[in-house]
Structures are given as C-alpha cells and as structure tokens.
C-alpha cells in the first residue's frame, strides 16, 4: 500500500470532526472521497498532511509513520496537497511558482519536470511570465497542482479541483489525473461532482458523520441507491 490510514480522529477545537477514518490506498490507484458538505472529507486530507493535527490514529506512507510529523516534513516525505482554494503566489509568475515546488526526487521515484506540466497544460507556458494573481480560476487550478507535482510525490491529495471550472478545463484535468496514476502516483480525491469521480476512480469512499460509511467500486455505487440516497443526497442512481 502506498498509504494506510487507521483509526484517524481530530478536532477543530472542541468539534470532534473525524471519528475513526480507516482506508489502504494501494499503489498508482485513485480514490475518490465523496458525501455532502461538513462530512469531514476536506478534514481527512489535511489530516494526512498534518495542517489539522490527527488526535489519535495512524498514518502510513510506505511503512513509515507520518501521524505527529510536520507537514514540511511529511511532504518530503512524498505526500503532496492540492487545496480547494488554490493558493497560488500571485506576485510571482507562473514559472516562477512552478520553481517554488521543485524537490529533488528520490532514488525510485518519478521526477516530474516543469517541461512535463506544460506539455499536461499548454495554456500555463503560454503564460509563464504572467504573475500567478491575474490568472484565471481554472489557470491557478493547473498552476497548483503542477507546482504540487513538481516535488515529486507518491501521494497526491485533490480537493475539489473541478470545482467552478469551465468543461473544456474540467476534461482536462481529468486527463491530467489519469495521466499521473500512470507514473506511479496515487491520488485521493474529493470531487462533488459523482460523474467524475465514479468515471475515473478506482475506488469510491462515501463519508459521514466523520468517517467512512462505504467503501466500493464505482459499480456498485452505482447500483447501490440506498447509500447514494442516505449519504449523497441525489434522487436516484448514478448514470
């Protein structure tokens, strides 16, 4: 497994938000997070990467415990985080972010170059010498997660990167994400939109109240309208 995670729990002050997350996240696979607002899947990635301090449980990237350690630590490590809201360097150029992620890779890893993402994302070179704020929306999704790939992880965290973007941008981060898997990275993603997610995991994990209340292929998700009914809110089977 490139990433087990067992018993994790956390607060947000007195909040008790996860409740015993528990998954194995196998080698160049994608796993979708999904369930309605608030059921604590943004939570679960920024526990992993310790932004939100696990108060009990485990984390473990190729059998070594990641729980406690600093997120620059745990990065280094080989677990990288796309946040939902982007965070970019908007006085530096798109070039010069892309530089702010490059590590040098570890013997055995894939080592992403910033040739790689333009090739993923011609509009980025065309706009390389664009300071990163006068981007648009759908821009600094591309930026972020080429700046996160630029440090060559085993593990890419995904929170809702298709969110607000225009189709055309969507297909291509899709192609993008399947691409990576390919190379050997696994993803965790938290994607709203449940086309998606069903269309490109291999994997999907229904949350709830804090923790996992279903873990399944995208196949019997599908057939499964009693889950999709309790815990994704939708009026019938997925298509």
Known sequence: MALTVTALHAHYGKSHVLRGVSFELPSQSIFSLVGRNGSGRSTTLKSILGIVPPTEGSIVLDGVEQAGRETRNIVRAGIAYVPEDRL??????????????????????????????????????????????????????????????????????????????????????VEAILDIRKHGVSVLLIEQRLTIALDIS???????????????TPDSLRENAEIQRNWLAVSGPAS
């Open 88 to 173: 970019v360097f908007p006085t530096l150029t798109v070039a010069e972010n892309l530089r702010m992620g490059q590590l040098r890779a570890p013997p055995g890893r894939v080592a992403w170059t910033v040739d790689q993402m333009y090739d993923y994302f011609p509009r980025l070179h065309e706009r390389r010498d664009t300071k990163a704020g006068k981007l648009s929306g759908g821009e600094q999704q591309m930026l972020t997660m080429c700046r996160s790939l630029l440090g060559n992880p085993k593990v890419l965290l995904l929170d809702e990167p298709t969110e607000g973007l225009a189709p055309k941008i969507v297909e291509r981060l």
């Open 202 to 216: 291999d994997r999907i994990l229904v949350m709830g109240h804090g923790h996992i209340v279903y873990d399944g």
